[in-house]
């Protein structure tokens, strides 16, 4: 058990973290960064976890200490509407961090600008310029004059929230230049020995392919890549942060290392829980947290107004991102399994699910196929022959909303 004088206090806030201070508020992902770097240097890689794990501050941490035979930039698609607006703005990102040469940036700026121009007034679809280089041809050479720009060292391309900008063009009637992106994307991969790749975002890329699929899509994109999970914290190192954050924040504990391994646990040991939780608890002003009453927490944050955690967002991105037809057999899945924290085997959870007025006739085929989509999603694992919730935290929220409702 630590005491107070074990932790350094921090007075953490959700989107505090960038590369200048990484090293000092992302804790308990150095073993990660280091394989992620060690991976790197032969593979590229998928950042794997669900949203609010982690994933964008373990690329910060990692672009906080770059490895010397590494350069590397970290591009967030989210904000692009098209393939134009992403290549611009990757060349501006490149250039800013003297990745590219300045002429190329020239030509690159140019481009765009009269990409943007003949577009402007157009339909939104598939992207198609006369007279001026095609996207995809122009998207291979801002990658490879990145790596000619950077001789005897791995061009490390980090690009966050790839799967949400190509859903964006999916839904924005484009699909095909979404499988342009990841067919050139790969061919790069191929032709470029010294050339890295790393995938990362809050949306799955397999629900992209799922619903580029639809269009005919068959290649496998991402196959000559590593996945790479960002688990919960270690049991100690989310104490340890927990602790830090109850002394930033100036709560006043019983116990401060008891509070910590309570509230450590009961968020889950993520990190972004438990500075959610801290927060909460901080504006309770609360005389004494006890450990118990830390271990609560959680389910206070359940109920609070705005739902600060965006618990909903579980329930909610199913219809965004599922067929319609599956929709509520997988939230039948899920409220079956919210109420049996150990998990269930198949059998009984097919029989479970049957016994549900919407899904009396549900095949258990259908119910393999949701167990594998929800399992990819983050929502759930097998165990020793059990399915169950990945994250307690998020069982115990869901079992709360719909599990325990006679639905």
Same mark, same amino acid.
């Given at each position: ?15 505090? @973290? ?26 590229? &890689? ?53 990745? &590219? ?27 198609? @310029? ?17 790596? *000619? ?29 979404? &499988? ?24 799955? /890329? ?25 688990? =919960? ?27 910590? *391994?309570? /509230? ?11 500075i959610h939780a801290a927060t +909460? ?7 004494? +947290?006890?450990?118990d009453q830390a271990r609560d927490? =959680? ?24 067929? *319609? ?61 059990? +399915? ?16 325990? /409702?006679?639905?």
């Amino acid at each position: 058990m630590k005491d107070q004088a074990d932790f350094a206090p921090l007075d953490l806030g959700i989107a505090a @973290i960038d590369t200048a201070n990484a090293k000092r508020l992302v804790i308990g992902r150095d073993s990660l960064v280091s394989r992620m770097w060690e991976e790197l240097r032969v593979n590229s &890689i998928q950042l794997l976890a669900e949203r609010r794990m982690g994933k964008t501050c373990v690329m910060k941490l990692a672009l906080a200490s770059p490895p010397e035979w590494a350069k590397t930039l970290l591009f967030d698609a989210q904000g692009h509407a098209s393939p134009i607006e992403f290549i611009g703005a990757l060349n501006k990102a490149l250039h800013a961090e003297g990745l &590219i040469p300045n002429q190329w940036y020239e030509r690159a700026y140019d481009w765009t600008r009269r990409c943007l121009q003949r577009l402007a007034g157009q339909s939104v679809g598939p992207v198609s @310029i006369p007279e001026l280089d095609s996207w995809p041809s122009f998207l291979e050479d801002t990658c490879r004059k990145f790596v *000619e720009h950077c001789p005897g060292a791995n061009s490390v391309l980090m690009i966050d929230e790839l799967p949400f900008f190509l859903d964006k063009l999916v839904k924005r009637e484009a699909a095909q230049d979404a &499988i342009r992106f990841l067919d050139v994307f790969r061919a790069l991969r191929h032709s470029l020995p010294s050339f890295r790749l790393l995938y990362c975002g809050s949306l799955g /890329l397999h629900i992209v392919l799922q619903s580029l699929r639809e269009f005919g899509y068959t290649g496998r994109p991402v196959n000559d890549m590593l996945s790479l999970d960002v688990p =919960p914290l270690s049991p100690e190192d989310a104490r340890y942060l927990a602790g830090c954050v109850l002394l930033g924040k100036r709560i006043v504990c019983s116990d401060v290392g008891a509070v910590a *391994e309570s /509230l450590a646990e009961a968020c889950s040991y993520v990190p972004f829980y438990i500075i959610h939780a801290a927060t +909460w608890m901080r504006a309770q002003g609360h005389p004494q +947290w006890t450990p118990d009453q830390a271990r609560d927490v =959680p389910k206070r944050l359940f109920e609070a107004a705005g739902d600060p955690a965006e618990f909903a967002y579980y329930n909610q991105r199913l219809d965004q991102y599922y067929p *319609e037809g599956v929709v509520e057999k997988a939230r039948a899945v899920l409220d079956v399994l919210s109420r049996e924290p150990r998990g269930l085997a198949f059998d009984d959870l097919v029989n479970l699910v049957r016994h549900r007025p919407k899904t009396l006739e549900v095949d258990a085929g259908e119910v393999r196929k949701i167990l594998d989509d929800l399992r990819d999603d983050h929502y759930i694992v097998p165990v020793d022959g059990l +399915w169950r919730f990945k994250l307690e935290i998020v069982r115990q929220w869901w079992f709360e909303n719909r599990g325990k /409702l006679a639905l």
